[in-house]
């Protein structure tokens, strides 16, 4: 296991689900060559001992589009856990939630309107420096790798104005999807 210091960014995926708005934020890092990677399970970075499938999600629905709500720090889609993957996830989420707690104490809550607010201070906690999109996803596959995307790659501040843009966006929608 080594420890690293390494820039990280958050890619941040709307999807509609039956009538459930979701935004999802997921970790990323960029490799030596300047790609997109996920971080793998056998490093700690920025102090985090495991980042690999952390996520940040909410969720909305079509029946009341005021806000989105849920906001949540999570793992989600892990293949298979063992004791030692187990006890990293609760050191990291341990971490994270007293980083939030602090942030909370200096800044306030984060009301149910503000994903976008939520997410900047997570990625202020884990040490992220930019939030992406993915530009254009291609339609052929539903499994896609990091190389076979574009994306748009915001500051904090850009990125944050960006997912309350989303929010935004689906809220103003007319037709349920």
Do not use: C
């Not at 990280?8 to 300047?34: H, Q, S, Y």
């Not at 306030?108 to 992406?132: H, Q, S």
Request: proline share 3%.
């Amino acid at each position: 296991m080594t420890t690293k210091r390494e820039p990280l960014g958050i890619i941040i995926t709307p999807k509609m689900d039956g009538d459930f708005f979701n935004l999802t934020g997921g970790i990323i890092r960029w490799n030596e060559a300047g790609k997109v990677r996920n971080p793998s399970d056998y490093d700690t970075i920025n102090g985090f001992p495991l980042l690999n499938n952390l996520q940040i999600t909410s969720q909305g629905t079509n029946k009341d589009r005021d806000r989105v709500y849920g906001f949540e720090v999570r793992y989600r889609d892990v293949y298979a856990i063992d004791l030692s993957l187990a006890e990293k996830m609760v050191k990291t989420l341990r971490k994270v939630n007293a980083g939030m707690d602090k942030l909370t104490a200096k800044r306030g809550y984060v009301g149910p309107g503000n994903f976008g607010e939520y997410v900047g201070r997570v990625a202020e906690v884990i040490g992220a420096t930019k939030i992406l999109y993915v530009q254009d996803r291609p339609r052929r596959s539903s499994w896609l790798m990091h190389d076979d995307v574009d994306y748009t790659v915001l500051n904090l501040g850009d990125g944050v104005n960006h997912v309350n843009h989303v929010v935004r966006m689906w809220q103003q929608r007319t037709e349920v999807v």
